[in-house]
């Protein structure tokens, strides 16, 4: 290996580092607002959908995924498909969670609005708490992990993972409150390696949810 090429991959292990340290994060950035999402979601009687636009879009695929394969019944949705009709596909027992590190994308911030209308309550998932999407959110949940972890504070990488580890948590934690058993998440997973697991893991421990339920509008 050269002097040269010596460069290039102390510039990728230093991105690496960083995210790292990014994600690492968010496991002090929990708080009173993560519990009153996991009481909401287990209080939904309809489906949860999720959505972002550009990077944060395929994290809010992802999180929609994970939650499902984790026993919360959850669907991505486009934000701009919504506005152009798919919209009428929320209902009163629904919730949605919206992505948007900035808070200041228009077609999230519009569909927001118009959800509630049908009273339909709004997570959002920002790391600006002054943002329009922040004020017009029913339960506003805050991960900032600093503009160090995206290149130039602009390319939304480490900032994106940040937001999707905190969806990971939601998701695993969730499952452990309702008791959404290995048989369960193998039954719905037959395809690929999965598929051929013939052995459960050892049963995860149950958890108790937090008492309550957050008053829709109290951000």
């Known amino acids: 290996m050269t002097d040269d090429h010596s460069d290039l991959l102390d510039a990728a292990r230093d991105l690496i580092r960083r995210e790292a340290g990014g994600v690492e994060a968010v496991a002090e950035q929990l708080d ?17 959908f999720v959505t972002g636009s550009g990077t944060s879009g ?38 949605l969670i919206t992505i948007s590190r900035g808070g200041e994308t228009d077609e999230l911030n519009q569909l927001s609005t118009r ?25 506003v949940v805050i ?15 480490g900032s994106t993972l940040a937001g999707a580890v905190w969806g990971d948590a939601l998701a695993y934690v969730l499952m452990r409150v309702r008791g959404y058993g290995w048989d369960e998440v193998l039954f719905t997973h037959p395809a690929g390696a999965v598929g051929k697991i013939t052995t459960a893991p050892e049963s995860l421990a149950a958890l108790q949810p937090a008492p309550g339920r957050p008053e829709p509008g109290s951000a």
């Not at 959800?115 to 339960?139: F, H, I, M, N, W």
């Open 115 to 139: 959800v509630q209308q049908r009273e339909v309550p709004v997570v959002a998932l920002t790391a600006k708490a002054t943002s329009t999407l922040a004020g017009l959110a029913d339960v």
């Open 143 to 157: 991960i900032d992990s600093g503009p160090e972890v995206d290149p130039g504070g602009v390319i939304a990488m």
């Open 32 to 48: 009173d607002s993560f519990l009153r999402v996991v009481q909401l979601l287990l209080a939904c009687r309809g489906k949860v």
């Open 58 to 95: 395929a994290i809010a695929r992802r999180m929609a995924h994970l939650l499902s394969v984790c026993g919360t019944p959850a669907v991505f949705v486009s934000a701009m498909d919504a506005l152009h009709g798919t919209m009428g596909v929320f209902a009163k027992d629904d919730v």
